[in-house]
């Protein structure tokens, strides 16, 4: 069975959420990008707490192409610290894994 990752990031803006996950899945760099629902989220940020709703994506993609799929996250994402974590998944549904594999093949 191959791996996939699940890079995950949030933003405050569903908008912008969309435009990452359209972005991505446009470019081939994910097979997937799922926008969730508002979360509250309450954080540490310059000397104080504070609490901000914000949307996560969660993009699944082929382990050769996310160090791409960051670059292009970066490079987009309005937050001077954005929160981007990879998840690297050992075991899956084969036949979606091989999906994820296929659809990001530039």
């Given at each position: 069975m191959e791996q996939i990752c699940v890079v995950t990031t949030v933003v405050d803006v569903r908008s912008?959420?969309?435009v990452?996950?359209?972005?991505?899945v446009a470019g081939r760099?994910?097979?997937c990008a799922q926008v969730g629902g508002q979360i509250?989220?309450?954080y540490w940020w310059q000397s104080a707490v504070e609490t901000t709703t914000e949307w996560s994506v969660q993009f699944k993609t082929a382990p050769d192409r996310v160090e791409a799929l960051l670059t292009q996250i970066r490079a987009n994402?309005?937050?001077e610290v954005p929160e981007i974590l990879v998840t690297t998944v050992q075991s899956g549904n084969p036949a979606y894994t091989a999906w994820v594999v296929e659809h990001t093949r530039p």
């Open positions: 912008v959420a969309d990452l996950a359209a972005a991505a760099l994910a097979a509250d989220s309450t994402h309005p937050y």
